[in-house]
Structure formats: structure tokens, C-alpha cells
């Protein structure tokens, strides 16, 4: 009895493994984005950029496409990641975002003086990019 709970377990297991990986989340073209941004001609340091990708652009409204995120250097120098670390962003119009990090040793929340926190520009993500720059 135990082994067919145990057999049964790991066909479970095994199912789930396998159909993981079904409905393909990069239906997408998705290209490298690397960059720098600034806020008000400064270099916004450890910081967040998004990247949402725009409706429509021949593609199912009910699925625009994942967010790209990238975190800021000191020198506001990023590189975007969709599905794996460093894979960029998605082909099309995007409007990007930039936020900082909450500072947990503090409590602070730097974002709340951030004057570019409200802020969003829409970029076009094309292949064969050079560096971008995302000035807010």
C-alpha cells in the first residue's frame, strides 16, 4: 500500500514537472537592454527601472508581455531581465518607470523625496539596441 502511494506520488510529481513548463511564457521576441538613467541629469543609484510593455502593438490584448526589471549601480547603470537573468526586455513600446530601494536598516523610504518617483517615459525596445538612455 505504501508503494503505490509512494508510485503515486511521484507520477504526480513527474506530471506536474512536466506540464511546468506548457503554455509558453516567452511567446515574445525578447532582446538585451543595458543602460544608464538619470533623474534631473544625476545618475539614480540602487534603484529599480520597469519596464511594462504597451497593449496592442499585434499582440493579444489579454497578454501584453512580462515587465522587464533592472537594478541600478551606483552610477545608475542597469542591464533588464524578463524571463532569465540578463535576457533583456521584450520587442516594442514599453513605459518605464524608475523607483528606489526601500532602505530596511533605516525604515526609510527614499521614494517619497524621489523627485522623479511619479514619473514615466515610453520607450521603444528594438533589436540591436546600443545602450540606452533614460533621462526623467
Known amino acids: 500500500m505504501q508503494n503505490r502511494r509512494l508510485g503515486l506520488s511521484l507520477l504526480s510529481a513527474l506530471a ?5 513548463g506548457c503554455g509558453n511564457p516567452e ?3 525578447v532582446v538585451p537592454v543595458r ?4 533623474c534631473q541629469g544625476k545618475p539614480v543609484a ?22 522587464a526589471l533592472g537594478k ?3 552610477q545608475g547603470r542597469f ?3 524578463t524571463y532569465h537573468n540578463g535576457d533583456g526586455a521584450i520587442v516594442g513600446k514599453h ?3 524608475v523607483s528606489l530601494e526601500f532602505n530596511e536598516e533605516t525604515g526609510q523610504d527614499p521614494s517619497a523625496r524621489f523627485p522623479c518617483r511619479n514619473k514615466e517615459i515610453e520607450i521603444e525596445v ?4 546600443d545602450e540606452v538612455k533614460i533621462e526623467f
Do not use: A, H, I, W
Not at 543602460?35 to 538619470?38: A, D, F, M
Not at 534603484?47 to 497578454?63: I, W
Open 95 to 97: 513605459v518605464v518607470t
Open 126 to 129: 528594438k533589436r540591436g539596441m
Open 72 to 74: 541600478t549601480d551606483s
Open 35 to 38: 543602460g544608464v538613467v538619470t
Open 46 to 67: 540602487n534603484g529599480f527601472v520597469n519596464f511594462t510593455p504597451l497593449q496592442g502593438q499585434e499582440r493579444d490584448p489579454s497578454k501584453p508581455g512580462k515587465l
Open 16 to 20: 506536474l514537472v512536466l506540464t511546468g
Open 79 to 81: 542591464e533588464l531581465t
Open 27 to 29: 511567446e515574445y521576441e
